[in-house]
């Protein structure tokens, strides 16, 4: 069973061990030379100007995709680094 990159998108992340919903997919990074997904990105939210920090998880966290859901294994890191800014062409 497959799943195209668009049905990912808008899914809610869930994160497994405390059931806290991290935000919604809407990125994701391929390795350019394997083929391979690396990681999904949930977008910071309220900081659209500001140095807000995008939550990057790699795929080997993913435990499951669900119809509208994914459960990952993630934590929050407690000072997390400023994600550059987003170029938008």
Do not use: A
Request: contains cysteine; negative net charge; hydrophobic residues 35%.
């Amino acid at each position: 069973m497959g799943c195209c990159i668009q049905e990912l998108r808008n899914k809610d992340v869930i994160c497994s061990s405390n059931g806290c919903r991290l935000g919604n997919v809407d990125d994701v990074e391929i390795d350019t030379v394997s083929g391979r997904l690396v990681c999904i990105v949930i977008f910071e939210r309220g900081h659209f100007f500001g140095k807000g920090c995008d939550i990057k998880i790699p795929w080997e966290n993913i435990k499951v995709i669900g119809d509208d859901t994914i459960l990952v294994d993630y934590c929050i890191p407690n000072n997390p680094t400023p994600t550059p800014k987003r170029k938008f062409f």
